[in-house]
């Protein structure tokens, strides 16, 4: 199973990106998704998910607002909006090992590899 993270880059505080997370139509089919990040020195944290229905969404607080979480049959998407500096990370996608996702990383059972987002100010 592979998972594609893709749509990092640099951006100015207050701006925008949009992170996409391509998988098989069966990895993603019947599973949850959710992206986490990481930034230098930090532990990974949850960022957003959705449901294998796309019906419901979970956010961290610092991101509510400002971050949607969305998805069609093959991929996932994480538009960022009103960007800060603190949100500088790497973001990974993963799939849920649950139709309906966990905010704990524990809860997934497979990882992409990672897109940075850089964010200045």
């Known amino acids: 199973v592979q998972l594609q993270a893709s749509g990092g880059g640099l951006v100015q505080a207050g701006g925008s990106l949009r992170l996409s997370c391509a998988a098989s139509?069966?990895?993603?089919?019947?599973?949850?998704v959710g992206w986490f990040r990481q930034a230098p020195g930090k532990e990974r944290e949850f960022v957003a998910a959705?449901?294998?229905?796309?019906?419901r969404t979970y956010y961290a607080d610092s991101v509510k607002g400002r971050f949607t979480i969305s998805r069609d049959s093959a991929r996932v998407y994480l538009q960022l909006n009103s960007l800060k500096p603190e949100d500088a990370a790497v973001y990974y996608c993963?799939?849920?090992?649950?139709?309906?996702?966990?905010?704990?990383?524990?809860?997934?059972?497979?990882w992409g590899q990672g897109t940075q987002v850089t964010v200045s100010s």
């Open positions: 993963a799939s849920s090992r649950s139709a309906v996702p966990s905010t704990n990383s524990g809860g997934y059972a497979y």
């Open positions: 139509k069966r990895t993603f089919s019947n599973n949850g």
């Open positions: 959705i449901d294998w229905k796309g019906f």
